[in-house]
């Protein structure tokens, strides 16, 4: 009854789309567990590449059941025109599974995102302003509308005509917005619904049942640790647990069913709005970092911030996820470098921090201590077997592992579905 959850060790966008797909082949459902469509995985099949923001992975797996679980936040209209965009491409999504107890985005969770951030000036979150946060508030006030409200019509309208009897009076008293009309939304929604209704299921006891008999469940978070609401960089966070022990809150699957937890690992860092990054590169390497990266967003296409690897974020992944595996992504990105930094522990206040620091004001004051490795000239996107890497690379993959603390199972060396040394099985 393998359960395997698939976690980011630092702030997102660190190629997990790549590692599910590679899985795929070893596994029976691809199950999302947190976040919505702020998230986005890019997969690059032969010449063709996919963007999939809500929907799990596996979906571009013929024999994968993709599971939107219970702790994903649903924007429905993004998720139909996610599958028709699919369909569109010849990729079927009949096998979806999208739990009755899932939150949706509403329309005013996503005025109240946008129009927050615009109240907080500079100190916006740089949300991807697709209603994430607002929707899990409702949520966590109990004010939330379910997809299983789509089945009954009179439940819908009213949760929605609560929702907007309160959130109608804050849009136009305090942000100075339009009022949102309840009758437009339920007449949305149940068009939606209509559509919809064939993917709806009690995902929990379908994944139970699937562990039972034997079958490999893999659990997709998106974004990463440093972006979890409780242990990333808080307020710089997003409004959902993307760690190991969120999969099991977010998919309805007890803790001692997990049996392996690969964290995706860049060889270098990067994120996506604002917060503390001590490794960040505000000068020409940041810019090459990101250009020969491709660092920019899959979702919202903002430049991604870069910089070097960060073992203590690494380590604290490992830490928090209980991590088993690594899946070191974009290690090809790093070629042609003399000498590689790499952040072996931070000076807060002419203190050495081995460990991310307790406090936020300490997390912004940090300043990275390097350590610099030599680097290697040659192309390694060919290579097919960790021998094929030339020395200075495996010893800069063992140096990382090192500091991590736990074995890299997994090299990304490129872009395609075939760029990926395994060093050790996966599930
Ligand atoms: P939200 O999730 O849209 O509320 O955004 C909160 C923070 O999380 C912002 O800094 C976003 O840029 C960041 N974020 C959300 N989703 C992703 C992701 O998939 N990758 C990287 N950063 C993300």
């Given at each position: 009854?393998?359960?395997?959850?698939?976690?980011?060790?630092?702030?997102?966008?660190?190629?997990?789309?790549?590692?599910?797909?590679?899985?795929?082949?070893?596994?029976?459902?691809?199950?999302?567990?947190?976040?919505?469509?702020?998230?986005?995985?890019?997969?690059?099949?032969?010449?063709?590449?996919?963007?999939?923001?809500?929907?799990?992975?596996?979906?571009?797996?013929?024999?994968?059941?993709?599971?939107?679980?219970?702790?994903?936040?649903?924007?429905?209209?993004?998720?139909?025109?996610?599958?028709?965009?699919?369909?569109?491409?010849?990729?079927?999504?009949?096998?979806?599974?999208?739990?009755?107890?899932?939150?949706?985005?509403m329309?005013?969770?996503?005025?109240?995102?946008?129009?927050?951030?615009?109240?907080?000036?500079?100190?916006?979150?740089?949300?991807?302003?697709?209603?994430?946060?607002?929707?899990?508030?409702d949520?966590?006030a109990r004010m939330g509308v379910?997809?299983?409200d789509?089945?009954?019509?009179?439940i819908l309208r009213k949760k929605i005509e609560v929702a907007l009897n309160e959130k109608n009076?804050?849009?136009?008293?305090?942000?100075?917005?339009?009022?949102?009309?309840p009758?437009?939304?339920?007449?949305?929604?149940?068009?939606?619904?209509?559509?919809?209704?064939?993917?709806?299921?009690?995902?929990?006891?379908?994944?139970?049942?699937?562990?039972?008999?034997?079958?490999?469940?893999?659990?997709?978070?998106?974004?990463?640790?440093?972006?979890?609401?409780?242990?990333?960089?808080?307020?710089?966070?997003?409004?959902?647990?993307?760690?190991?022990?969120?999969?099991?809150?977010?998919?309805?699957?007890?803790?001692?069913?997990?049996?392996?937890?690969?964290?995706?690992?860049?060889?270098?860092?990067?994120?996506?709005?604002?917060?503390?990054?001590?490794?960040?590169?505000?000068?020409?390497?940041?810019?090459?970092?990101?250009?020969?990266?491709?660092?920019?967003?899959?979702?919202?296409?903002?430049?991604?911030?870069?910089?070097?690897?960060?073992?203590?974020?690494?380590?604290?992944?490992?830490?928090?996820?209980?991590?088993?595996?690594?899946?070191?992504?974009?290690?090809?990105?790093?070629?042609?470098?003399?000498?590689?930094?790499?952040?072996?522990?931070?000076?807060?206040?002419?203190?050495?921090?081995?460990?991310?620091?307790?406090?936020?004001?300490?997390?912004?004051?940090?300043?990275?201590?390097?350590?610099?490795?030599?680097?290697?000239?040659?192309?390694?996107?060919?290579?097919?077997?960790?021998?094929?890497?030339?020395?200075?690379?495996?010893?800069?993959?063992?140096?990382?592992?090192?500091?991590?603390?736990?074995?890299?199972?997994?090299?990304?060396?490129?872009?395609?579905?075939?760029?990926?040394?395994?060093?050790?099985?996966?599930?």
């Amino acid at each position: 009854m393998p359960a395997v959850v698939l976690v980011g060790a630092q702030w997102g966008d660190e190629g997990k789309g790549k590692a599910t797909d590679l899985l795929g082949d070893q596994v029976d459902y691809v199950v999302r567990y947190q976040g919505g469509n702020n998230a986005g995985h890019t997969v690059v099949i032969g010449d063709q590449k996919y963007a999939l923001h809500l929907l799990p992975t596996g979906v571009l797996s013929p024999e994968v059941v993709p599971v939107i679980a219970n702790g994903v936040v649903i924007d429905p209209g993004v998720l139909l025109e996610e599958i028709e965009g699919l369909r569109a491409r010849g990729i079927s999504c009949e096998r979806l599974l999208i739990s009755a107890s899932a939150h949706l985005i509403m329309p005013h969770h996503k005025a109240l995102d946008k129009v927050t951030e615009r109240y907080l000036g500079k100190a916006k979150i740089g949300t991807t302003g697709r209603g994430i946060g607002p929707a899990y508030g409702d949520k966590i006030a109990r004010m939330g509308v379910r997809v299983q409200d789509l089945l009954d019509p009179g439940i819908l309208r009213k949760k929605i005509e609560v929702a907007l009897n309160e959130k109608n009076q804050v849009l136009t008293k305090v942000y100075n917005r339009r009022v949102i009309d309840p009758e437009k939304v339920l007449e949305e929604y149940l068009g939606y619904a209509e559509r919809l209704k064939p993917y709806i299921a009690d995902t929990s006891l379908v994944l139970s049942k699937a562990l039972d008999q034997g079958r490999v469940v893999l659990l997709e978070g998106g974004q990463g640790n440093l972006l979890d609401i409780d242990h990333g960089t808080y307020p710089f966070v997003t409004s959902s647990s993307p760690t190991a022990g969120g999969a099991c809150a977010g998919a309805g699957i007890p803790p001692t069913r997990l049996t392996r937890v690969i964290a995706i690992l860049k060889a270098y860092t990067t994120r996506v709005g604002s917060g503390p990054f001590p490794t960040e590169l505000l000068d020409e390497r940041g810019d090459w970092l990101r250009t020969t990266g491709h660092e920019y967003g899959t979702t919202t296409g903002r430049d991604r911030r870069c910089g070097w690897f960060d073992a203590v974020i690494a380590r604290y992944a490992t830490r928090i996820n209980g991590v088993t595996d690594f899946f070191l992504t974009k290690l090809d990105v790093l070629s042609g470098l003399e000498r590689i930094p790499v952040c072996v522990a931070y000076e807060i206040d002419g203190v050495r921090h081995d460990e991310v620091p307790m406090t936020q004001t300490d997390f912004h004051h940090a300043k990275p201590i390097y350590e610099e490795f030599p680097g290697w000239q040659e192309d390694i996107s060919e290579a097919k077997s960790f021998d094929d890497l030339p020395p200075n690379a495996r010893a800069y993959v063992r140096t990382l592992e090192e500091m991590s603390g736990a074995p890299i199972s997994a090299i990304g060396v490129g872009p395609g579905r075939t760029q990926t040394l395994q060093l050790r099985p996966l599930v």
